[in-house]
């Protein structure tokens, strides 16, 4: 599948959120509904995955159309690539037309709420509905309490690796649910560097900034810290916590003891046969599988404390603050979430993980491993990204660190270095940015100077 799917399509969010922020204008911005010779048009964006994902969505918005005939409702479907979506959606959102329901992807939740963009949408699921759900889905797209955005899919990562290259190293995996110590796993990949095979696979060439938050971040959740502090845009003291340069120092042994590449040339090295370990997601499992057969397994990332984290988090689904009809914009998302007429045909041209409970009674492969993983990790021990809307400025500088990180730098000097990067641009928004804008605002309302 496409690795959009996972964790890159956050770079969708940052240059559009650059303008939007600007441009908050609520409800009060809808448009008239659009009208096409009798029939109500419901605008619909999305992004441009692979043609599998493309070609199911068309179908997708293809039944909407015919299941609505009757009501003379019609779903135009547009599709944009990676690299126009962001400005699309900027130009859109600055001329007060924004199409009635947009895709994004989850971090950018949060952001788009702030600057006003994104409509509720609780009353148009029950709680029942909401249940159905798994609870990583719901989490992302909440934002004080209130839900803003559903998916019809999402992710996961997993630690795969080969049953024959490890019992070669005298290697055994994890029986245990909630997977290896932080020592348990560098005592086996001391074993197998010992053995002669490279031990791990990081993806460290990866070009996106996101994989890095992604994938790592529960290296810093599982050992006691944070990205962001919780009750406040802070991130000074949180990212060099000392919990965080713990387990980030542990981390950057990995690469300091030649356990995993930092600048790997193969970018399938263990579908290929040269490591042990795969640190990867959900959109590998096919390919692993395939290559591997019986001898893939699978298990937990490994934990820095007492209990295992896993991230998660895909695209999910928006009606717009600018929707001509809310409702009729809801009723394609309720559509594209259903776990029939939406997560069904996607997760079968995708490969992500079902967002709904009640769909993975369609897919038997989650009986077992490496699936049955991936939606035990989304139910028990996955943990969404920050919802803020500093999460553009945060995953970018956290990002830069990591890849510095294990390239050798001082851990605490780079952690400090990343918070001052992070606070400057929160501290000039807080002081004098939007919130500044919305008290002056507030002020003249009441006739305050």
């Given at each position: 599948?496409?690795?959009?799917?996972?964790?890159?399509?956050?770079r969708v969010l940052t240059g559009v959120l650059s303008v939007v922020l600007l441009l908050?204008?609520?409800?009060?911005?809808?448009?008239?509904?659009?009208?096409?010779?009798?029939?109500?048009?419901?605008?619909?964006?999305?992004?441009?995955?692979?043609?599998?994902?493309?070609?199911?969505?068309?179908?997708?918005?293809?039944?909407?159309?015919?299941?609505?005939?009757?009501?003379?409702?019609?779903?135009?479907?547009?599709?944009?690539?990676?690299?126009?979506?962001?400005?699309?959606?900027?130009?859109?959102?600055?001329?007060?037309?924004?199409?009635?329901?947009?895709?994004?992807?989850?971090?950018?939740?949060?952001?788009?709420?702030?600057?006003?963009?994104?409509?509720?949408?609780?009353?148009?699921?029950?709680?029942?509905?909401?249940?159905?759900?798994?609870?990583?889905?719901?989490?992302?797209?909440?934002?004080?309490?209130?839900?803003?955005?559903?998916?019809?899919?999402?992710?996961?990562?997993?630690?795969?690796?080969?049953?024959?290259?490890?019992?070669?190293?005298?290697?055994?995996?994890?029986?245990?649910?909630?997977?290896?110590?932080?020592?348990?796993?560098?005592?086996?990949?001391?074993?197998?560097?010992?053995?002669?095979?490279?031990?791990?696979?990081?993806?460290?060439?990866?070009?996106?900034?996101?994989?890095?938050?992604?994938?790592?971040?529960?290296?810093?959740?599982?050992?006691?810290?944070?990205?962001?502090?919780?009750?406040?845009?802070?991130?000074?003291?949180?990212?060099?916590?000392?919990?965080?340069?713990?387990?980030?120092?542990?981390?950057?042994?990995?690469?300091?003891?030649?356990?995993?590449?930092?600048?790997?040339?193969?970018?399938?090295?263990?579908?290929?046969?040269?490591?042990?370990?795969?640190?990867?997601?959900?959109?590998?499992?096919?390919?692993?599988?395939?290559?591997?057969?019986?001898?893939?397994?699978?298990?937990?990332?490994?934990?820095?404390?007492?209990?295992?984290?896993?991230?998660?988090?895909?695209?999910?689904w928006g009606v717009s603050t600018q929707a001509g009809d809310p409702e009729l914009a809801?009723?394609?998302?309720?559509?594209?979430?259903?776990?029939?007429?939406?997560?069904?045909?996607?997760?079968?041209?995708?490969?992500?993980?079902?967002?709904?409970?009640?769909?993975?009674?369609?897919?038997?492969?989650?009986?077992?491993?490496?699936?049955?993983?991936?939606?035990?990790?989304?139910?028990?021990?996955?943990?969404?990204?920050?919802?803020?809307?500093?999460?553009a400025t945060l995953t970018g500088r956290f990002a830069a660190a990591l890849r510095d990180?294990?390239?050798?730098?001082?851990?605490?000097?780079?952690?400090?270095?990343?918070?001052?990067?992070?606070?400057?641009?929160?501290?000039?928004?807080?002081?004098?940015?939007?919130?500044?804008?919305?008290?002056?605002?507030?002020?003249?309302?009441?006739?305050?100077?």
């Amino acid at each position: 599948m496409s690795v959009l799917c996972g964790y890159p399509g956050f770079r969708v969010l940052t240059g559009v959120l650059s303008v939007v922020l600007l441009l908050s204008c609520g409800a009060g911005c809808r448009r008239a509904p659009t009208d096409d010779g009798g029939k109500k048009v419901i605008r619909v964006w999305s992004h441009q995955g692979q043609e599998a994902e493309n070609r199911a969505m068309r179908g997708i918005a293809k039944a909407f159309n015919q299941a609505h005939a009757e009501r003379g409702l019609r779903v135009d479907l547009s599709f944009f690539p990676d690299f126009q979506y962001a400005e699309k959606l900027a130009i859109a959102a600055a001329a007060r037309d924004l199409p009635d329901a947009f895709e994004l992807d989850g971090p950018a939740v949060a952001r788009l709420v702030d600057a006003g963009l994104l409509a509720q949408l609780d009353a148009y699921f029950d709680r029942a509905e909401r249940d159905d759900f798994l609870p990583t889905i719901i989490a992302q797209g909440t934002v004080d309490g209130k839900l803003y955005a559903l998916g019809a899919f999402d992710s996961a990562v997993v630690l795969y690796y080969d049953r024959d290259l490890l019992a070669k190293a005298g290697v055994k995996p994890s029986t245990d649910d909630e997977g290896w110590t932080w020592d348990e796993f560098v005592q086996a990949c001391e074993r197998l560097q010992a053995a002669g095979i490279e031990p791990l696979a990081m993806h460290m060439d990866d070009s996106a900034d996101e994989w890095f938050t992604y994938a790592f971040s529960p290296v810093v959740w599982s050992g006691g810290g944070h990205l962001i502090a919780s009750d406040a845009p802070r991130v000074r003291g949180v990212l060099a916590s000392k919990e965080n340069l713990r387990s980030l120092r542990a981390w950057q042994d990995v690469f300091t003891r030649k356990f995993a590449a930092t600048d790997p040339v193969d970018p399938n090295p263990f579908g290929n046969g040269k490591v042990a370990m795969d640190w990867t997601g959900h959109w590998m499992a096919r390919a692993h599988l395939e290559k591997k057969g019986d001898r893939l397994g699978a298990m937990r990332l490994p934990r820095m404390g007492e209990k295992p984290v896993a991230p998660c988090g895909s695209w999910c689904w928006g009606v717009s603050t600018q929707a001509g009809d809310p409702e009729l914009a809801a009723l394609w998302v309720r559509w594209v979430t259903d776990a029939k007429t939406g997560v069904e045909p996607l997760v079968r041209a995708n490969g992500a993980v079902p967002a709904r409970r009640s769909a993975f009674a369609a897919f038997p492969e989650y009986s077992e491993n490496p699936y049955r993983l991936f939606r035990e990790q989304l139910e028990t021990t996955a943990r969404p990204r920050p919802r803020t809307p500093f999460y553009a400025t945060l995953t970018g500088r956290f990002a830069a660190a990591l890849r510095d990180i294990a390239r050798g730098a001082d851990v605490e000097a780079r952690l400090k270095q990343a918070e001052d990067e992070v606070q400057s641009v929160i501290d000039r928004r807080v002081g004098g940015g939007k919130i500044k804008r919305e008290e002056k605002e507030a002020a003249e309302q009441e006739g305050r100077p």
